[in-house]
């Protein structure tokens, strides 16, 4: 079709997938908000890094929505659906481009490894104070900084200087061309390592959990969703590199999008977890939902004595002053996630 101006999508079918997606992601971020104050009265910093990523996909969409014009009209000039215009005028298309598209990485990047930032603080507050898993956390998060700091210097330095990103000629040399695609494989290595880091790193601590081997499994497979951002981190490196802008946009908003959607999903294990800990979960959600009173599998425990003695010292208190509760009722941990 003419108006995919080589792109393989129409600009209104664009616009359509990714702010759709933006739509699910933000569903399942009020809903992870939601889940926290309701069930764990509190929020950790995975929730902060993860709204926080939220927010730049947004504002990246945002911009990719109103850069769209002039990329499928530029794109429709490449591939020569439109005819050249002045040179003076191609140049100035070029530098606009350019500046929406610094703009669209910086965000990019940014929001994408405040998703990884997400899962490795999930990590930490699910794995307590454990010292020798401490330092291998720490190790992987100077690893993955850095990682994200390589891939901002990309950004500013794919004109070989970053005096030269919005002059024409000095970003059009053959060498700066070599340079740029070098770069693109520079930055798919780094991010995928740290995609690597985010999965393996808690898997010792997963199986040396004392819990079923099907639980063992769910937990490997939440900590495996950077896998499905690798998959698509591949195919959008192999495009750019063609210089194909057959679906190249698509596929970079579509590693976003995923990539925040993803880091979504682990607030909503507890709501099909079979253990006797989320199912705790489950009915206070619910019960709080409903402003019903929270009776747990033993005795009854209302919601107000729960507010009062959410965490064990203070249920021990609470006890020996004689409220309304069970003396077999498992206090909820309030200091972790429901994960």
């Known amino acids: 079709m003419a108006d995919e101006a080589g792109q393989g999508i129409t600009e209104r079918g664009l616009v359509a997938v990714i702010w759709t997606l933006a739509g699910v992601s933000t569903v399942l971020l009020g809903g992870r908000l939601l889940i926290r104050n309701l069930v764990l009265k509190t929020f950790h910093l995975d929730d902060i890094f993860g709204a926080l990523a939220w927010l730049l996909m947004i504002i990246c969409m945002i911009c990719s ?17 439109t005819p050249m215009p002045p040179e003076a005028e191609l140049e100035s298309m070029t530098i606009k481009l350019r500046r929406w598209g610094v703009a669209s990485q910086m965000l990019f990047w940014t929001s994408l490894y405040c998703v990884k930032f997400s899962f ?30 390589i891939c901002l210097i990309g950004v500013f330095g794919q004109c070989g200087d970053a005096r030269y990103l919005w002059t024409f000629a000095q970003c059009s040399t053959p060498y700066v061309m070599g340079l740029d695609a070098k770069l693109i494989w520079v930055d798919y290595a780094f991010n995928v390592t740290s995609d690597l880091v985010v999965v393996i790193l808690p898997m010792p601590v997963i199986w040396r959990l004392h819990m079923r081997l099907k639980q063992k499994l769910a937990l490997s497979g939440i900590c495996s ?17 063609q210089e194909n802008n057959n679906l190249t ?17 682990p607030s909503y294990r507890f709501l099909i977890s079979p253990s ?29 004595n729960y507010d009062q003695t959410s965490r064990p010292a203070e249920s021990q208190r609470a006890i020996h002053k004689g409220l309304e509760t069970s003396q077999d ?11």
Request: charge should be positive; hydrophobic fraction near 40%.
């Open 249 to 265: 946009n698509l596929y970079s908003y579509l590693e976003l999008l995923v990539s925040v959607l993803t880091s979504m999903l």
């Open 329 to 339: 009722v498992p206090p909820l941990p309030t200091g972790r996630n429901p994960v």
């Open 65 to 81: 929505t109103l850069e769209a014009p002039l990329s499928y009209q530029y794109s429709a000039i490449l591939i020569g659906e």
């Open 120 to 149: 490795m603080f999930l990590y930490r507050t699910a794995s307590g104070a454990r010292s020798e898993y401490g330092k291998a956390w720490l190790g992987g998060m100077v690893y993955i900084t850095l990682c994200y700091g």
């Open 225 to 241: 969703l950077a896998i499905i951002t690798i998959a698509f981190e591949t195919v959008r490196t192999v495009k750019l590199y």
């Open 276 to 304: 006797d800990k989320d199912r705790e979960y489950r009915r206070l959600f619910w019960t709080r939902i409903t402003l019903r009173s929270y009776h747990s599998a033993s005795s009854g425990y209302s919601m107000q």
